[in-house]
């Protein structure tokens, strides 16, 4: 940059109402956006064109909190741009002429960064935003872009966060202080080019989400990762792929139940890649673009504008229609089924018991006839819709009148060609099966809620939790030895059936709460957890079912 462009460029964060770019184009602001907050003590830019060097410094004022240039007296005035070749004696200052290297001299530019009093290594990244590792830099770039094959991108690391082990110099030659040349590749070359001594990809592939718009990229390994974690991200991840860029990448648990699988195994080595349209207003009103900052995607689409991304929707549709691939590791890593529950009578039990209070309203499809109808586009999902027997034959007092179960499918709300209409529908009893401590945000949480799980919305109990072992022990210091395994039992179905129970009673909440808020906070773990510590309705439960065993112990 000559230097009235960098005066232009680094001046200001803009130029009012000018334009600088479409949806889809970079601002120019992220350079100061994101090197100006966690560098007070300042940020020096140096730039050549055509051989010739242009200097500004913008740093932090302490008295107004505002970020101003420095300004240079000279004998030819006051100026916020010079060359800095042209200084002849920098005092006891760095002497900025001499810093930049050859290879930028003719056209180049280099930033550097000036850091705070507290954190003034700033080789170490961003204190703010945990970035205090020596190879944070690799990690990062090998996280946010996806592919750099085809581009040639060197981080310098440092082999040790001692000061003392750091080069001294550019022609510093000690092996101990050598500093480490990394190629950096980007996340892709992390996922499917590196090898394994004990693991290899064991397949990856693409499905398409939401009519087309979203391809949905899968990579699953099988063994042991690579040790990459160092300069790349080892274990697996959900992340939406922008170009060239990721965004919103996740580890998280609960962003991995929502695309169907809660097994721990199988999150560490399956990978998400999303890739949504990109937001056109000239082709059609569907698509994502950044934000100003390029720090989070916006989406438009759905009768929404500027909303978060639906990745609740996306991972419904990735569980519905999981490759068979996946299916067969999550049925791998929940082992031979010791910890599944196959027997199924208590849902119709529960049904049974509790169906009549398990209804909600639903948009279902509209019969001929039907009056108070609204459009809808009717899905291939049924729900049961319970009306009273209209046969004449004489009821006794003793027998109920019996009711048939008619089923209707359901539908999309308020849009398309077809009818729907507002009825009663039994509100599904989820399944429940037992896992380890693994699976869950924290080793001791209780319970988890697996709407999109491959067997059908189920309840995941930790068979670890210490909640549910100090349950077990207290029942099974009351009875004799020789009825361990019974008590156990009786203990652990009972606390899945009560929060089975829980979670079907809660869905009365969806006329008041949308179904993504539902999930993600009234029954995250944190809130299964609590409502299943109670001790009175669970114990009483407990007992009762525990008096077939016969004589408690005799107390001491």
């Given at each position: ?17 000018k334009?600088?770019?479409?949806i889809?184009?970079n601002?120019?602001v992220?350079?100061k ?6 560098n ?14 242009s200097?500004i410094?913008?740093e ?5 909190a ?14 916020y ?16 002429g001499t ?15 000036l ?6 290594d ?8 945990g970035?205090?590792?020596?190879k ?28 003392t082990?750091?080069?001294q110099g ?5 092996d ?7 190629r ?28 087309n ?6 990579f ?11 300069y790349?991200?080892?274990?697996g991840?959900?992340?939406?792929k922008y ?5 919103d ?6 962003h ?6 809660a ?11 999303l890739?949504?349209q990109l937001?056109?207003?000239?082709v ?23 909303a978060?991304l639906p ?18 590791a999550?049925?791998?890593a929940?082992g ?21 209070r398990?209804?909600?309203k ?5 019969k ?40 209707r ?23 429940y ?19 999109n799980?491959?067997?059908g919305?189920?309840?995941l109990?930790n ?19 020789v009825?361990?395994?019974e ?26 709460v949308?179904e993504?808020?539902?999930d ?5 773990e944190?809130?299964?957890?609590i ?20 004589r ?5």
């Amino acid at each position: 940059m000559s230097k009235d462009e960098l005066l232009l460029f680094f001046s200001t964060l803009g130029e009012g109402a000018k334009r600088i770019g479409g949806i889809h184009d970079n601002f120019g602001v992220g350079a100061k956006i994101a090197s100006l907050p966690w560098n007070p003590e300042g940020v020096v830019v140096i730039s050549y064109k055509d051989g010739k060097g242009s200097m500004i410094q913008i740093e932090l004022d302490p008295d107004t909190a505002d970020y101003q240039l420095i300004e240079y007296q000279s004998e030819r005035g006051t100026s916020y741009v010079i060359n800095p070749s042209d200084v002849a004696d920098w005092g006891e200052d760095v002497n900025w002429g001499t810093v930049a290297p050859d290879w930028i001299r003719q056209n180049g530019t280099m930033i550097v960064l000036l850091g705070s009093e507290e954190a003034p290594d700033t080789v170490l990244g961003n204190p703010k935003a945990g970035e205090k590792d020596i190879k944070g830099l690799s990690v990062y770039l090998n996280t946010r872009f996806w592919d750099l094959s085809q581009t040639e991108v060197t981080v310098v690391e440092l082999r040790s966060e001692r000061k003392t082990s750091w080069p001294q110099g550019p022609n510093d030659r000690d092996d101990s202080r050598r500093p480490n040349n990394r190629r950096i590749m980007g996340a892709k070359h992390y996922l499917d080019a590196v090898k394994s001594s004990n693991g290899t990809l064991s397949a990856s592939s693409s499905i398409v989400l939401d009519d087309n718009r979203v391809a949905a990229h899968w990579f699953l390994w099988e063994g042991e990762r690579p040790n990459i974690h160092s300069y790349a991200k080892k274990p697996g991840y959900i992340a939406v792929k922008y170009k060239d860029e990721l965004f919103d990448l996740t580890t998280h648990k609960a962003h991995f139940r929502g695309f169907g699988v809660a097994e721990a195994k199988v999150q560490q080595n399956l990978t998400i890649v999303l890739e949504p349209q990109l937001f056109d207003p000239q082709v059609g009103l569907w698509g994502v673009h950044p934000d100003q900052s390029r720090n989070r995607l916006i989406f438009t689409g759905n009768g929404e504008k500027g909303a978060t991304l639906p990745l609740a929707d996306w991972g419904l549709e990735f569980a519905e229609n999981m490759p068979d691939e996946i299916r067969e590791a999550i049925k791998k890593a929940r082992g031979d089924g010791s910890n599944s529950l196959e027997d199924e009578e208590y849902r119709r039990r529960l049904q049974d018991k509790f169906g009549d209070r398990w209804r909600v309203k639903q948009v279902v499809q509209a019969k001929p006839g039907e009056k108070d109808t609204q459009p809808a586009e009717p899905t291939t999902e049924g729900s049961a819709i319970e009306q009273p027997q209209t046969s004449v034959r004489r009821q006794t007092k003793r027998k109920r009148k019996k009711a048939v179960h008619l089923i209707r499918f359901r539908t999309t709300d308020n849009n398309g060609n077809g009818e729907g209409i507002e009825r009663e529908v039994a509100v599904d009893v989820p399944k429940y099966r037992y896992a380890g401590r693994d699976e869950f945000e924290n080793p001791w949480h209780l319970a988890s809620w697996l709407p999109n799980d491959p067997d059908g919305p189920t309840v995941l109990m930790n068979e670890d939790s210490p909640l549910l072992e100090e349950a077990i022990r207290h029942h099974l210091n009351q009875y004799p030895d020789v009825y361990a395994k019974e008590v156990t039992d009786i203990v652990r179905k009972t606390y899945g059936e009560i929060a089975v129970c829980k979670l079907a009673h809660s869905q009365k909440l969806a006329a008041q709460v949308a179904e993504e808020d539902l999930d993600q906070y009234y029954r995250s773990e944190q809130a299964l957890t609590i409502a299943l510590m109670g001790l009175l309705a669970e114990e009483s439960l407990i007992a009762q079912r525990l008096g077939k065993l016969g004589r408690k112990k005799n107390a001491a």
